[in-house]
């Protein structure tokens, strides 16, 4: 009876949409109530009667919650109603027991790998690797009739469906790798091409001498670096010498200007800007980088705040 | 060459440092009925580091998945106890996904999800279970279908639940003899399977919807000669209910302009961030609104139709 009752109960509060809310009273009401129903259908009379106790203090502040003057009361009345629930659960917890269900297991293993296998398949398709296709799609329907039926053989379906998903992971990660080499090479190169530069403009940035040769000698190793790790390691020893060279004003402003260039990019595409327009903003993209180069910040700086104003009101 | 050029524009300069990068903007966790939880965050990296570590919520962690804005899988190490190290080469947003064994542990009959971290997050709890406590105060609340969603404030949170709403208490002695009508579930096992059954059901619409994209690799085939519908944006909100307002404000927008738009355009008339309206269309996807199609370099969002691609 008590089985049916909490169906019952779990039945009706799921019916009643609990309301969306910023530690809303009302929501946090109705979450502390579904434990004291809970905890009403589940407490015995054997129960010891420090669970009564807490069952019957826990009521109090539920119903207090209600009666808040503000959201900050609300929220300790929930609370303690809460942690006096859970206490008294731990205690009706003592001589508990539960029972192991399998199907609940093997349908949360199986909804686990449905999912996952949906999140390898579409990169399957960006790395135009084949998709294990209607064996692991049979065996998938295999093991969803074999949980509806209770049957105890979806353990070895399910074993074998996170054997072929696992090699259809490892196929996707070898395409991804070579990709993935391709991708660190073309970093690599964007970097050294980076560093070339700072070390032609090394007088304009105050680049000491030094610190010149140990940018080319940097460069000529991330030139010459294959591996992806390799790279990165070089990558972040460059990105340490430039905190200690305090390259970063300079910096920041190419940033700022490549951003720029790109934004006026896409108004150009996107027709907000014209012909004439963009190739007026190009001009003063160059001339912001000839004040760069000279070392000029703060002017510099200037043409690209007047840019920028100007591209906002467009 | 879009994205040369936006590594370029990374990693040309060394600045912008102020940036929150690392930071999680949203976590979503979903607990399954038998504990184990599944992950998904956002990251924000800097796109002038060659490399970024990400922090998990577990030690115990598979099925470990990150793909950047362009839908490019990273390879990715494990860098500690509780972290993995992502080759980014000049990514700025990274989507993580993995299963996690270890923050929610069961005693007797009750089940505690346990976790303490520095932002806010969504937490799914299993269907059909009900919170007996729990140590924080939710920063908002709602359902989904048969599972409570909360939104978590950061810091430490322990949530205690229970999933098999039906209490023995020992000594369980079994039955003399078994009542002549007594041929439907007992007690525990009914209860249990109430709650597994949807889960087979969910499995095996996931599993349909693997199969239906699986052997539908262009899409739906168009219908010759049959006009579309038009499209109706509270069609789409009685459909997918719960959108938030500013997702239903791209969805009316999509709707009104043929229902489908280029996310390029949609930033551009809706005046949002990239980011922002990145995770916007990832978010309306996930709840079934709208279909993600990529083309060359951008993606088009479409109004996902009813009895549509999954």
Known sequence: MRVYLAVAVLVALAAVPLAAADADPVALHKL?????IQAQIQVDPADPPRVHELLALGEVRVEAILNST?????GENFLAAMQMFSEAFQLMNENGQEPEDDQIYYAAVLERQARYYGQLLELAETYGVEAPGEDLDALFAQATAQIEAGDPDVAATLERINH???LFREQIGAVAAQEDAERALEYAALYVKHLERLVDNAEELNIPP???????????RLAAATEPSEIISIINEIIT?????????????ELWMRQTQTTAEQMLQQGVLDEIEYAAVKATLDRFLEELEAGDLDEAETLLTRLNAWLSEQ | MVRLAAILIAIVVWGAAEAS???LPHTEITVYPDGLAHVTAQVEVDPQEPSFVVGLLGTAVDSFVAVDEDGVLLAAERAGVSSMELETFGSGLVSISYDVHDIVSKDGRIWTFSLDIDHEYTLLMPGGAVIVGMNAIPRNLDTVGESVRLEMPSGPAEISYITNTARSVEPVAPPATPAPDDDGPSGDSGTLMLLALPLAAGAVGAFLAIRARSRRPGGPAPHIGEEPE???????????????????????????NGGEVS???LRKKLLRPRTSMWRAVQRLSREGAVDIIKRDSHNQIRIRREGGPQ
């Open chain 1, 241 to 253: 010498l430039k905190q200690d060279l305090d390259l970063v004003k300079a910096n920041q402003l």
């Open chain 2, 230 to 256: 038009p499209l109706d944006p509270e069609a789409v909100f009685a459909r997918v209910p719960g959108l938030r307002d500013e997702d239903k404000e791209i969805v009316r927008y999509i709707c009104e």
């Open chain 1, 210 to 220: 030094d610190g010149v040769e140990l940018m080319l000698a940097i460069r000529d």
């Open chain 2, 21 to 23: 990068f690392g930071a």
């Open chain 1, 32 to 36: 502390a109530k579904q434990a004291q």
């Open chain 1, 70 to 74: 503000d959201a900050e009361a609300a």
């Open chain 1, 164 to 166: 072929m998903v696992g």
């Open chain 2, 263 to 265: 996310e390029s355009r």
